[in-house]
């Protein structure tokens, strides 16, 4: 073992005394290297600033039924995509009958409000940090857009009285004052239409209380609910994440539901994706083959230019395994020295690209190299180091005392 550490010693001594030939070896294999970098660099920043563009889309993420079937849709559905690992976010929408209200605002205004379910998880309200809205009071309570909650003049945990109409079988009309308290308001970025979101439950109650069906817990009167499954017209969906809106869509439209989703454009990155992987491996087999065919010639060279000294050192007792490791450990010094200034050079690169298309891309980065990358590099080089050394290494250890002693 002490001869092995001297041998490794004498390598990296020699390494340093021979540093003109291996400062060319270094950078030799860093002008092969910093290109194939960059270009991985700017395959991450591209990808990457397109999935993000496409994240920023509020419905990027949303699956929007177009229709509500020949029957509507029943709770059956909801709860096999609720158990879709695919799926993030799915509530049912009740009819246009409970999707509208009048509201009078604080100002004394009437303002008609979108009524929109919503249940504990809806990435909407989680995204603005919003508290979701529970079924505590007789009327609920309500997270508003920040249009409806201007044109009422409310803010969060103030009350507003809601007018709820109905046709009575007998023709008559009946009105219902609506109560309700609100929890929330949502930014204006987040929604544009006047909306408020509710319970489900809420949403439901009022969708029987206009069909004239009992509710006995809000105290309105009608005829006994028929025993069957609710039906809803509509819902709202939202993936996991990008990969996933694909996988729903399919699924959705094996049950001839026809959506609308972003599928067509998350496949066009994906595919932008898999052909920049696709070149990055040409371009690095080419590189691989350079490097290993570069590092065996040189190593080959320099292991016959030092065949007096490498058997000398077998004269002095050293093993052939101990030979082995002189040229390997002055490779591997080759390779990691030139990967680091390959990374170093590239970062620079990496670092002037982000600069020169700063403008059009709102100082976004193009070209975008991960810390976590440089081992990884560091290890494939090695790899390619120790494949390009065994014959060099072995012509090494195969070097006969003999050679010195003829000289001699």
Not at 21 to 49: D, F, H, K, Q, T
Not at 222 to 236: L, Q, V
Not at 244 to 253: C, G, H, K, P
Not at 328 to 350: D, E, S, Y
């Amino acid at each position: 073992m002490s001869r092995c550490l001297i041998i490794l010693g004498l390598a990296r001594r020699d390494w340093w005394h021979e540093r003109i030939l291996s400062l060319c070896a270094v950078l030799a294999l860093a002008s092969m290297l910093s290109p194939l970098i960059v270009l991985y660099g700017v395959r991450i920043g591209l990808v990457e600033n397109l999935r993000t563009h496409l994240l920023q889309d509020p419905t990027a993420l949303i699956i929007i039924p177009v229709g509500s079937g020949t029957s509507g849709y029943t709770e059956t559905l909801f709860r096999q995509l609720r158990d879709m690992p695919s799926v993030r976010y799915v509530t049912p929408r009740t009819r246009a009958v409970a999707s509208e209200m009048q509201f009078i605002g604080n100002n004394g205004s009437f303002v008609s409000l979108t009524l929109e379910p919503a249940l504990t998880g809806d990435p909407l309200l989680e995204r603005f940090q919003q508290p979701v809205p529970s079924d505590v009071l007789p009327g609920g309570e309500a997270v508003l857009s920040a249009s409806a909650a201007r044109k009422l003049d409310v803010k969060p945990g103030d009350a507003i009285q809601g007018r709820l109409g109905r046709k009575r079988p007998d023709g008559n009309l009946e009105m219902q004052i609506f109560n309700t308290r609100i929890t929330g308001v949502l930014p204006p970025e987040a929604l544009a239409a006047d909306t408020a979101f509710f319970p489900l439950s809420v949403l439901e109650d009022i969708q029987d209380y206009r069909d004239y069906v009992a509710v006995p817990h809000r105290n309105y009167a009608g005829d006994a609910r028929p025993k069957m499954d609710r039906h809803y017209e509509s819902f709202r969906l939202y993936a996991r994440d990008l990969d996933s809106v694909e996988t729903l869509d399919a699924f959705l439209r094996e049950q001839h539901i026809d959506v609308v989703t972003k599928a067509k454009s998350i496949a066009d990155i994906k595919k932008i994706d898999q052909t920049l992987v696709q070149l990055l491996l040409v371009i690095g087999a080419a590189v691989g083959l350079g490097f290993v065919a570069f590092t065996l010639s040189s190593s080959l060279a320099a292991v016959r230019r030092k065949d007096k000294m490498l058997g000398m050192l077998r004269l002095l007792g050293f093993s052939r395994f101990a030979l082995l490791l002189y040229p390997l450990k002055q490779i591997l010094l080759t390779g990691v020295c030139g990967t680091l200034t390959a990374w170093g050079i590239a970062f620079c690169v990496a670092r002037g690209i982000d600069h020169i298309f700063a403008a059009q891309l709102n100082g976004q980065t193009v070209c975008e190299l991960l810390p976590e990358h440089l081992p990884i590099a560091l290890a494939a080089v090695t790899g390619l180091s120790v494949i390009a050394a065994l014959y060099p290494a072995v012509r090494a250890a195969g070097v006969e005392p003999a050679l010195v002693i003829r000289d001699i």
